[in-house]
């Protein structure tokens, strides 16, 4: 048993490091991920800032955790699009023909979507803090951070799974994410949900950004968070479980 773990997690390891030389290679991959939300970022801030009114007067302090969310779901599109290129050119079938664990190369993929999507957050914040985000957050608040942010990218890492394993098309495995990028839009990331009509409050006060948005805002700024953690995390991890199950029945029937 444990030798087999030993094995399992050994081909995790060498399909994880072919994945990250795919995305040292090609640098344009995070450059994109990252230059979307750095400029919705700027726009809103130094255009949009003036004329939003959140109760705050550090706009880019409330405005960052969606950010963050954004970049992921856009992150997220190219593991999906990694996934249908390795389906349609046959790498699973080939690997499977060596002597390796049949769920490592997918494993690959996920983590690598956690590294990359990690990185294209640590330049985000960076930006952030040129702008004028300050934080009096210690380091477990930070950790809190961090930890939500990993379970949100693994979460949306599975669906990309689906949408990757079962496409017919390219446009098809990465168009999954469109719906996922602009889901902020209609949460308290941007404004607070009460300047909302009512039937679009509702919708904005239940939908998974808003718990995990409120729970960073609450972090990061040395505030309870209250209910919205234990939310935002039954929310991730509660769609982690489910794409995780549907993903790996996809995988199965496909190769």
Known sequence: METAKSHFFTDITVMLGRSMRHIFRSMDTIITVTIMP????????????????????????????????????????YTAFRLFTDVQRGIFERFHTMPISRSAL????????????????????????IMGFRSTAGVLPWLGVAGILALFTLALTWVAAIAGLSAKS??????????????????????????????????????????????????????????????????????????????????????
Request: aromatic share 12%.
């Open 170 to 255: 390219v446009d098809g495995a990465s168009a999954f994410s469109y719906p996922l990028i602009f889901l902020p839009f209609i949460s308290s990331a941007f404004v607070p949900t009460e300047s909302m009509p009512t039937a679009v409050r509702v919708f904005a006060e239940n939908q998974p950004v808003t718990s995990i948005v409120e729970s960073i805002r609450s972090l990061l700024s040395g505030q309870p968070v209250g209910t919205d953690i234990w939310i935002a995390l039954a929310w991730c991890v509660g769609i982690m479980l489910i794409a995780y199950m549907f993903a790996m029945k996809v995988y199965k029937k496909k190769v």
């Open 106 to 129: 997918l494993w690959g993929h996920v983590l690598t979507s956690l590294v990359s999507n990690a990185v294209s957050v640590v330049v985000i914040i960076l930006v952030a803090l």
């Open 38 to 77: 750095i400029a919705m970022m700027l726009l809103f801030v130094y255009v949009f800032g003036g004329a939003i009114q959140t109760g705050t007067d550090n706009y880019v302090n409330y405005l960052l955790p969606g950010i963050l969310l954004m970049a992921i779901a856009s992150g997220i599109s």
